[in-house]
C-alpha cells in the first residue's frame, strides 16, 4: 500500500512558474513509476508527465514538453514536478499517481496506475 500527498499548487500569472511536490510512503519507492495527471473542469484526466521506476528518464505530455521537467529523489520518496511558462490552459487539479509494475506503453493510462493522491489546485491566470 502507498500513500501518496501532492503539494505546491496555488495561483499563478501566465508565464509563472509553480513547483509540485508528491511525497510517497508506504512501498520501495525506487520500485514504483510515479506519474503525474491533471483534470480541468469539464475535462479527461490527462498525462503529464513520469517518472519511470530505475530509471533517472522522465517523459512528457505533448502539451508539456519543454516547459515541464519532472525529477525524483529516492532517497526521500519525493517526486518533483517543475512547472515554468505557465499558461492559463495548464490550469487543473494535478494528480500523482503510483504503480509498480506499468509498462512503458501505459505509462499515460490513468487506470494502470493502482495508487492516487488527493490532487493539488494549479490556477494559472492573470
Known amino acids: 500500500q502507498v500513500t501518496l500527498t501532492e503539494s505546491g499548487g496555488g495561483f499563478v500569472q501566465p508565464g509563472g512558474s509553480l513547483r509540485l511536490s508528491c511525497a510517497a510512503s508506504g512501498g520501495t519507492f525506487r520500485g514504483y513509476t510515479i506519474g503525474w495527471f491533471r483534470q480541468g473542469p469539464g475535462k479527461e484526466r490527462e498525462f503529464v508527465a513520469a517518472?519511470?521506476?530505475?530509471?533517472?528518464?522522465?517523459v512528457y505530455g505533448d502539451s508539456v514538453k519543454g516547459r515541464f521537467t519532472i525529477s525524483r529523489d529516492n532517497s526521500n520518496n519525493m517526486v518533483y514536478l517543475q512547472m515554468n511558462n505557465l499558461k492559463p490552459d495548464d490550469s487543473a487539479i494535478y494528480y500523482c499517481?503510483?504503480?509498480?509494475?506499468?509498462?512503458?506503453?501505459?505509462?499515460?493510462?490513468?487506470?494502470?496506475?493502482?495508487?492516487w493522491g488527493q490532487g493539488t489546485l494549479v490556477t494559472v491566470s492573470s
Open positions: 517518472a519511470i521506476r530505475y530509471n533517472s528518464n522522465g
Open positions: 499517481a503510483a504503480d509498480r509494475s506499468i509498462i512503458y506503453g501505459q505509462i499515460g493510462v490513468p487506470s494502470q496506475y493502482d495508487y
